[in-house]
């Protein structure tokens, strides 16, 4: 019906003259799946109610896409009945498959006879602009059904298994994003805002120009898939948790305590398990909260004739350390804030086992890391992870979930800039705010400090409170 191409369009979208203005109106004409070609009133209804707020051109396109979202719905859903859900898991379905083309890496189409390549984030953000306003419309003046509240995000893992399995059928893949809805919420209201597409190029702007941001759906992807315990603590810590990748392997043992201690040692209290950011050669937080007896450098080299990671002149077990400012000054500890309190508890499970393996293998008599080789046989089994280990780990689990790594702001230290958009742009905190939770800020007496990480976690709670209210 359209332009020969190998999508086989089932619409064709004509601009035609009209007896009463605008003079012209782009019409948008429609065939089923077995070939049955009707005019779209609603699509020519809504064209002419476009013509008060956008050019002729402009409404030319916004129908094509609603053409194309048709063919997606005949062809990719063999235009099944939709309910509010499955309408939106359609236009989100569409908006993805349209960033990303639906051709895979072999030349072979995921969806058969759409042959569509990737596009701009910012062409998708119009499509779905278009799409919105097209759904609004309809559900005004004729009744039929919207989009819901909410967005899903597409199981990357599951993505990835499609692409290898060339008898997976269009079906089979809708089937499992319907399976999946319920897990895979995001946080993001769908009927007002551009849903965050698995992948997406969006640029977020810093200081220095345009960052490209890693997403919470594939964050969320890669720890959802990570069978090895240290990797999957590694990748919350650093998303949600916002710490840097150099700290994490500076973590002793020691610095995970239960909740309880974080009114102690900071002045506030949080129902999430406390983790610490210690000085890794000069805090006097070594073995008990009790104890401050000795530096972590003196206490390496005491027990263990070891020297801190950032001292290390083996490059392979070298962690570096980057200035932070302390809230404990005496023992040079600040906590890790918390910005997804499920993710905290799946943390704190993850940490559980990770102590079963250090207390069976006895690795407190060798050294007293947190993260270590799970997986390595005889001599590295129960050693500190290494920064080249992390980030082989890292690749490995992009290209588990269908992703490139490396690309699009994919990287082991892509999670602390996703936390520090989180906190501003999610929970809604403050500059002042951001700094202290970040380690940024300067701390004037533990008391300030714990009058103002009271005042940011609570910050925090209510935040989350309130995407939890927008998902009800």
Avoid at 351 to 358: C, E, W
Wanted: hydrophobic letters at 40%; one cysteine or more.
């Amino acid at each position: 019906m359209n332009e020969k191409n190998d999508s086989a369009p089932f619409f064709a979208v004509r601009t035609l003259p009209t007896l009463s203005p605008p003079g012209a109106l782009p019409f948008l004409f429609v065939a089923d799946e077995v070939g049955d070609v009707a005019l779209s009133r609603e699509a020519l209804s809504w064209a002419n109610a476009l013509t008060q707020t956008r050019s002729l051109s402009s409404i030319e396109q916004w129908v094509g896409t609603i053409g194309r979202l048709h063919d997606w719905y005949v062809i990719g859903w063999q235009a099944r009945p939709l309910t509010t859900e499955l309408l939106t898991d359609l236009v989100y379905s569409y908006l993805y498959f349209r960033l990303h083309g639906t051709i895979d890496p072999s030349g072979r189409t995921i969806v058969p006879s759409i042959s569509w390549k990737p596009v701009r984030y910012e062409t998708v953000q119009g499509e779905y602009s278009a799409i919105r306003s097209y759904v609004q419309h309809c559900n005004t003046a004729f009744g039929h059904i919207g989009l819901a509240r909410r967005t899903t995000v597409i199981n990357q893992s599951f993505i990835a298994q499609m692409l290898a399995d060339k008898e997976s059928s269009a079906r089979d893949f809708f089937a499992h994003l319907n399976a999946h809805r319920e897990r895979w919420r995001t946080y993001f209201d769908f009927a007002d805002d551009m849903p965050r597409l698995a992948g997406g190029k969006r640029p977020i702007r810093s200081r220095v120009g345009f960052r490209q941001m890693m997403p919470i759906e594939e964050w969320v992807a890669l720890i959802d898939a990570e069978k090895n315990l240290v990797f999957r603590g590694i990748w919350m810590l650093s998303a949600f948790g916002g710490l840097r990748i150099s700290e994490i392997l500076n973590m002793w043992q020691v610095d995970v305590l239960p909740a309880s201690y974080r009114g102690r040692l900071f002045g506030f209290d949080d129902d999430t398990i406390l983790v610490l950011r210690a000085h890794p050669c000069d805090s006097t937080y070594t073995t008990t909260v009790g104890d401050r007896r000795t530096t972590r450098r003196q206490h390496l080299a005491t027990k263990y004739g070891r020297v801190p990671r950032p001292d290390s002149i083996v490059s392979s077990e070298r962690a570096g350390w980057k200035g932070t400012v302390f809230a404990n000054d005496d023992r040079l500890l600040l906590p890790v804030f918390w910005l997804d309190a499920r993710m905290a508890e799946l943390f704190a499970d993850c940490v559980q086992q990770i102590m079963r393996f250090h207390q069976t293998q006895r690795t407190s008599a060798s050294h007293p890391y947190l993260f270590v080789n799970m997986a390595a046989r005889r001599d590295a089994l129960g050693e500190p992870q290494k920064i080249s280990n992390v980030e082989a780990a890292f690749e490995r689990a992009c290209r588990r979930v269908g992703l490139e790594p490396y690309r699009y702001g994919r990287s082991i230290h892509a999670g602390r800039h996703l936390y520090k958009w989180m906190a501003k742009e999610m929970l809604g905190l403050g500059p002042d705010a951001i700094q202290l939770i970040m380690g940024h800020a300067s701390i004037e007496s533990q008391d300030a400090y714990g009058r103002r990480a009271k005042e940011a976690a609570d910050s925090i709670r209510m935040g989350q409170s309130k995407l939890e209210t927008g998902r009800g």
